[in-house]
T-cell receptor
């Protein structure tokens, strides 16, 4: 089975940095995704990691360590619009199968 | 806008009703998915279609019946639902079902079963 853990809630100040951790124990691993979901809206794709290391995309970066079953999403220079739920998802054992964590709700305060 | 649309956006139905959810993708993708998102719970994969053939049926009760008439459209037919089926139902599509294909989601249908 798939077990994916991430914190339920995080709060940070505008302009600060927040790191959202995700740990996983899965039967088969073909990559890890991060999605952002604003309340009442569709999850939108943020990043994909399949090899170990850091992927940087503007203010957002994602890190993966396959040996540790661990990933994080780093949000820099936080803006109010970054207040949302962030979903960690692991692909596997089949390529079409995504297993999601319950999501981390990030609240950005002025 | 992700290129995936869903109708209706909100639906309230009684346990004896029959209704259908519709999903349409404008991305030229070949795979489509139904997910269920309940409050404070992870997204649950329900069904996967690839090239209009069902490749995954994730132990979903028979009161949910999917239909994929072509690669752009996906339906979820609902009948004799239970109150615990109230949730956000999300549709997604991807170019294929292999490699690095990313799933793109629609905005969802918020379903309430009375």
């Amino acid at each position: 089975g798939q077990n994916i853990d991430q914190p339920t809630e995080m709060t940070a100040t505008e302009g600060a940095i927040v790191q959202i951790n995700c740990t996983y124990q899965t039967s088969g691993f073909n990559g890890l995704f991060w999605y952002q979901q604003h309340a009442g809206e569709a999850p939108t794709f943020l990043s994909y990691n399949v090899l170990d290391g850091l992927e940087e995309k503007g203010r957002f970066s994602s890190f993966l360590s396959r040996s540790k079953g661990y990933s994080y999403l780093l949000l820099k220079e936080l803006q109010m619009k970054d207040s949302a739920s962030y979903l960690c998802a692991v692909r596997g054992p089949n390529d079409y199968k995504l297993s999601f964590g319950a999501g981390t709700t990030v609240t950005v305060r002025a | 806008e992700t290129g995936v649309t869903q109708t209706p956006r909100h639906l309230v139905m009684g346990m004896t009703n029959k209704k259908s959810l519709k999903c349409e993708q404008h991305l030229g993708h070949n795979a489509m998915y139904w997910y269920k998102q309940s409050a404070k719970k992870p997204l649950e994969l329900m069904f996967v279609y690839s090239l209009e053939e069902r490749v995954e049926n994730n132990s979903v009760p028979s009161r949910f019946s999917p239909e994929c008439p072509n690669s752009s459209h996906l339906f979820l037919h609902l009948h004799t639902l239970q109150p615990e089926d109230s949730a956000l139902y999300l549709c997604a599509s991807s170019r294929g079902t292999s490699g690095t294909d990313t799933q793109y989601f629609g905005p969802g249908t918020r379903l309430t079963v009375l």
